[in-house]
């Protein structure tokens, strides 16, 4: 079997699991041949160097901040990508030519379901970036309402100080999407009132390093239902080697 590489591309991502996940993967396989290795960059302008440079590449997924950036660099992008707005997974073929997809709506949709109830019937999305796009995706899969969240209000997206009580009592489901208390920066979470949180609401982050962080944390302390975002990457993950594998 012909040697192949893939990898994660994107900024400051030493925390990352995929790498730990894919070498796990392939041992358990018996692909001594396969590896998986994390492109570090500063800028999406060095993708195409790392194409040229490394010729057993057959798919990179991409992590913040270059799930939006990436687009223009690509050929082609899958029905969902481009509705999405947003790419987490590339395939590579022999030509060198890159099609974009995006997995994350699906590893969001396979995660969030064992928790909805009946009465989870709108989200908000903390956050305006890559992910929260497939994040929007997945619950229009679902048919669950939802609005966005940033730190300045417009016409159709709220600023993090409107949220009071009254906009938890229509809202069940707060989806963190941005990276807000990553490891190393656990002290940090979206700027809400906690104490809002109730026994009724689903309190998701996508970050899954630390286990537990400070936004579930504090979500659970008033009874919420936590989970973060470890498996979503799992679903995600083994969406993503499906495609590189067709």
Known sequence: MKPKIFGLMG???????SAGYFKKKFKKSGLKDFSYVNFDIQTIAELPEIIRSTEALKGLNVTIP??????????????????IGAVNTITISKKGKLKGYNTDHYGFKKALLPLLKKHHKKALILGTGGASKAVAF????????????????????????????KVFEKYHIIINTSPLGT??????????????????????????????????????????ATKNGYAMLVHQAEKAWQIWNK
């Open 138 to 165: 997945a619950l229009r899969k679902l048919k669950i309402e939802y609005d966005f969240v940033s730190r300045t209000a417009t016409d159709t997206i709220f600023a993090y100080e409107e949220l009071d009580e």
């Open 11 to 17: 900024r400051n991502i030493s925390y990352s699991f």
């Open 66 to 83: 270059y799930k939006q950036e990436v687009i223009p660099l690509l050929d082609k992008l899958s029905k969902n990508a481009k509705i």
């Open 183 to 224: 490891f190393p920066n656990v002290d940090e979470c979206p700027p809400i009132d906690h104490t809002l949180f109730t026994d009724k609401h689903i309190a998701f982050d996508l970050v899954y390093n630390p286990d537990e962080t400070k936004f579930l944390r504090l979500a659970k302390k008033q009874g919420a």
